[in-house]
T-cell receptor, first 111, second 114 residues
Framework: QKEVEQNSGPLSVPEGAIASLNCTYS??????FFWYRQYSGKSPELIMF????GDKEDGRFTAQLNKASQYVSLLIRDSQPSDSATYLC???????????FGPGTRLSVLP | DADVTQTPRNRITKTGKRIMLECSQT?????MYWYRQDPGLGLRLIYY???????NKGEISDGYSVSRQAQAKFSLSLESAIPNQTALYFC?????????????FGPGTRLTVL
């Protein structure tokens, strides 16, 4: 059973701080990793994807991947109250075409 | 953004009833998926389809069936609903080429089985 694990939170950070969200996965052969943001009662929306070890930056968001440790993270710089949401980590199966989602981490950015 | 639509958006039904959830998309994507979301469990894949003639079971297909009526339509049926099928259901699509790893989700259907 392929697994993706995340701390459920809530993770609370003050406005302007860096929020760090973490994810581990069990399928060592996985090659594609994604972060989705989901506001309460809404559908998930893709905010970042990463394929290679290292960092990938997009605006205030940075995704970090370490395949040896089977670990992927998302950093949100200058956190805003509008970033308060649940963040879902997803991993694409190595030998399939499907995605395995983690349970999500709820982030609360306090004004 | 109404590229992926789901009907109904909310449904309350009773144990033993047959329910159909419908998904339509105007994105022209070949791949379509049905997920359910439960608190603390994230999204779990029920069924997926890579084209009209291709239907595959996901992680939790028991108690569900699907129909891919056209490229744009993918329906999920609960033949005899039970209370533990109460959940939020999402349809998603993805392209075959280009950004094939990107999934686009519909707005969700909240289903309650009494």
């Amino acid at each position: 059973q392929k697994e993706v694990e995340q701390n459920s939170g809530p993770l609370s950070v003050p406005e302007g701080a860096i929020a760090s969200l973490n994810c581990t996965y069990s399928d060592r052969g996985s090659q594609s990793f994604f972060w989705y943001r989901q506001y309460s009662g809404k559908s998930p929306e893709l905010i970042m994807f990463i394929y290679s070890n290292g960092d990938k930056e997009d605006g205030r968001f940075t995704a970090q991947l370490n395949k040896a440790s089977q670990y992927v993270s998302l950093l949100i710089r200058d956190s805003q109250p509008s970033d308060s949401a649940t963040y879902l980590c997803a991993v694409k199966e190595n030998y399939g075409q499907n995605f395995v989602f983690g349970p999500g981490t709820r982030l609360s950015v306090l004004p | 953004d109404a590229d992926v639509t789901q009907t109904p958006r909310n449904r309350i039904t009773k144990t033993g009833k047959r329910i159909m959830l419908e998904c339509s998309q105007t994105k022209g994507h070949d791949r379509m998926y049905w997920y359910r979301q439960d608190p603390g469990l994230g999204l779990r894949l029920i069924y997926y389809s890579f084209d009209v003639k291709d239907i595959n079971k996901g992680e939790i297909s028991d108690g569900y069936s699907v129909s891919r009526q056209a490229q744009a339509k993918f329906s999920l049926s609960l033949e005899s609903a039970i209370p533990n099928q109460t959940a939020l259901y999402f349809c998603a699509t993805s392209p075959t080429s280009g950004r094939a790893d990107t999934q686009y989700f519909g707005p969700g259907t909240r289903l309650t089985v009494l």
